[in-house]
């Protein structure tokens, strides 16, 4: 029962690693990642896939215009509600939750690939 326990939680946890990179004992720099039991972080391609898939179905969207580039407001005329909708629906396809002050700046397909592909609990 322990063990079944402990390896659910194992493939939820992701615990920081830091690597040292030396050459002739010197050491040239340090890289931060982060490790979990069996790496199942989106590649930018699927996460790209995925948030225009959620933006072209938002019934006030001309799915013709969705690109990677498009700004909600700019380009596809969506007001600040709109906006908040589209960013809760990005929420729930990749099932994380975007605190409020991260979820303002979010204001375009670009933004939101780059938010979404950075967090290390999208899924």
């Known amino acids: 029962m322990a063990s079944a326990l402990r390896s659910a939680i194992l493939r ?3 615990v920081p ?3 040292s990179l030396a050459l002739n ?6 890289a931060r990642s982060m490790s979990s039991h ?3 972080h ?6 790209i896939d995925r948030v225009l898939d959620v933006v072209k179905s938002f019934p006030k969207v001309d799915p013709s215009k969705v ?3 498009v700004h ?11 906006n908040v909708e589209i960013v809760m629906a990005l929420e729930e396809e ?3 939750e975007i605190p409020d002050k991260e979820a303002d700046k979010i204001d375009s397909c670009h933004l939101a690939i780059e938010y979404i592909h950075n967090h290390p609990m999208a899924s």
């Not at 989106?42 to 996460?47: E, F, M, S």
């Not at 909600?72 to 709109?82: H, M, P, R, T």
């Open 17 to 19: 690693v830091t690597h």
């Open 12 to 14: 939820h946890i992701r």
């Open 67 to 69: 690109t990677p580039d």
């Open 25 to 30: 004992g010197s050491r040239l720099a340090s």
């Open 38 to 40: 069996g790496d199942d």
């Open 72 to 82: 909600f407001q700019k380009d596809l005329g969506l007001d600040s509600l709109d």
């Open 42 to 47: 989106l590649d930018k391609q699927t996460v």
């Open 94 to 96: 990749f099932k994380l």
